[in-house]
């Protein structure tokens, strides 16, 4: 199964821009559909960004939309997420994550059950 490993995290002030990456191991990552989810204190998790297997088809939480950009690299096994004008809201750990891409299911819309450890992103106002 894949390993996941981020990096990236930090604390950037409101309107600035931050990039997270997530390095992929231990199994064939081209199998894998690839995502990013956040979650703060007393929040549910929430998917933020998915790219397909073979790095189209993006979807984003609305909330990111025209903000943020996922994008991955099948020969290097790392997908990042360009974060630009970060507001306070956006402040939560960030998590990479994977699961085997099933026909037809969207990887927007699969069950996601491979997880990094998280980075931290905060952003002060």
């Known amino acids: 199964q894949v390993q996941l490993v981020e990096s990236g995290g930090g604390t950037v002030q409101a309107g600035g821009s931050l990039t997270l990456s997530c390095a992929a191991s231990?199994?064939?990552?081209?199998?894998?559909?690839m995502g990013w989810f956040r979650q703060s204190p007393g929040k549910e998790r929430e998917k933020v960004a998915t790219?397909?297997?073979?790095?189209?088809?993006?979807y984003y939480v609305d909330s990111v939309k025209g903000r943020f950009t996922i994008s991955r690299n099948n020969g290097a096994n790392t997908v990042t997420l360009r974060m630009d004008s970060l507001r306070s809201e956006d402040t939560a750990m960030y998590f990479c994550a994977a699961d085997v891409f099933q026909w037809p299911t969207f990887c927007s819309s699969e069950s996601y059950n491979y997880w990094g450890q998280g980075t931290q992103v905060t952003v002060s106002s």
């Open positions: 790219v397909s297997i073979g790095g189209s088809d993006p």
């Open positions: 231990g199994d064939t990552y081209t199998k894998y559909c």
